[in-house]
């Protein structure tokens, strides 16, 4: 009785899993057009920015071949529409609320999100670089 129980939750599982692959959020992976970017104070601080918040907070979104199952598909594409909507280094001509805050955010270590960098060892950033780009945004962005 037991084992059937197990087979019956794992065989629903697994049709689980895959009925949500029809589910089409997170599956839209088509980037805005490229618009103004920030005055960058040097070209070190757009590279770490590139490097650590484009992929959510740009319209050169990166979708990694995992951006395409679900659930995962989900949670990228909530986070890259956030982050878009919160900061988009790429649509500078648009309103930018949080662009004084973005350096605030590195600083205290809210961004790059632990979750993105564990997937994205790239976006890890050495404390001199960490440093780097906070005075660069401060001073790109004018959140200083």
């Known amino acids: 009785m037991f084992k059937k129980i197990v087979?019956?939750?794992?065989?629903?599982l697994i049709v689980g899993g895959i009925l949500i692959q029809?589910?089409?959020y997170g599956h839209d992976h088509t980037n805005p057009a490229l618009g103004a970017e920030p005055q960058w104070d040097?070209?070190?601080t757009r590279d770490l920015a590139v490097r650590a918040c484009y992929d959510c907070h740009s319209n050169q979104t990166t979708w990694p071949w995992y951006s395409n199952i679900a659930p995962i598909s989900w949670l990228i594409q909530h986070d890259v529409v956030e982050g878009r909507s919160k900061l988009n280094f790429t649509d500078?001509?648009?309103a930018q609320p949080n662009a004084d805050n973005?350096?605030?955010q590195v600083e205290r270590g809210a961004m790059p999100q632990w979750y993105y960098v564990l997937l994205h060892p790239t976006a890890s950033l050495s404390a001199a670089e960490?440093?780097?780009?906070i005075q660069g945004l401060q001073t790109s962005t004018g959140g200083g």
């Open 130 to 133: 960490k440093q780097t780009l």
């Open 22 to 24: 029809f589910i089409p």
């Open 7 to 12: 087979l019956g939750v794992f065989i629903g």
């Open 102 to 104: 973005a350096a605030h």
């Open 42 to 44: 040097s070209p070190q």
């Open 92 to 94: 500078w001509n648009a």
